[in-house]
């Protein structure tokens, strides 16, 4: 793909992110946004040229919002889809899932084996580009849960910012606290 068709990529990602909260907001539903947006705009604050771009859009909701998202999300043109058990908004103007907004339900386990369940979204916080996103203790739980490959990836770039503080630390359980040990020793290998 050209350069171009890249950071067109980009910039659809993010208007549709913006257009999504927008509508949100307006419908007066709480979300955050998590995955890797909310890890991207977390360490744009402190160095906005170690930023990743993510192609997708991961919203925290509480599951009794559901019905009032549907209505809000479909009200401007996006597609509802269930995929065992997960529920993924489509844009027509690029209907690939690969980029599409999921939804990842508050105070549930996004799989049984995890440790803990999702944050509430009572965690949120305002990002200066005005959407709501999970604060950083609660997206680093998140992100040291799934423990994916990518997961670890944006748990290194969150630290290499400065971003895992002692504060942070201290709030994880203790069997996260060693999964980010894991990550801080692969590192200073």
Not at 81 to 106: H, I, N, Q
Request: charged fraction near 30%; charge should be negative.
């Amino acid at each position: 793909m050209p350069l171009s068709g890249y950071f067109m990529a980009i910039d659809r990602v993010e208007k549709r992110l913006c257009r999504v909260a927008s509508a949100l907001d307006a419908a007066k539903i709480a979300y955050a946004v998590v995955g890797g947006n909310a890890v991207a705009a977390w360490v744009a604050r402190a160095d906005p040229s170690a930023t990743r771009a993510s192609k997708d859009v991961d919203l925290l909701v509480r599951r009794i919002d559901l019905p009032a998202i549907t209505a809000t999300l479909t009200a401007i043109g996006l597609t509802r889809e269930d995929l065992r058990g997960l529920v993924l908004f489509v844009d027509p103007e690029e209907p690939s899932r690969k980029a599409g907004v999921y939804l990842v339900w508050a105070g549930e386990k996004v799989r049984p084996s995890y440790e803990v369940p999702a944050p509430d979204v009572a965690e949120a916080e305002r990002d200066p580009e005005g959407f709501a996103v999970l604060g950083l203790g609660a997206l680093v739980r998140m992100k040291l849960t799934s423990f994916r490959d990518i997961d670890r990836v944006h748990i290194a770039d969150m630290r290499s910012v400065g971003l895992i503080t002692y504060a942070v630390r201290a709030g994880l359980p203790e069997a996260l606290r060693a999964r980010l040990d894991s990550v801080e020793a692969e590192e200073d290998q």
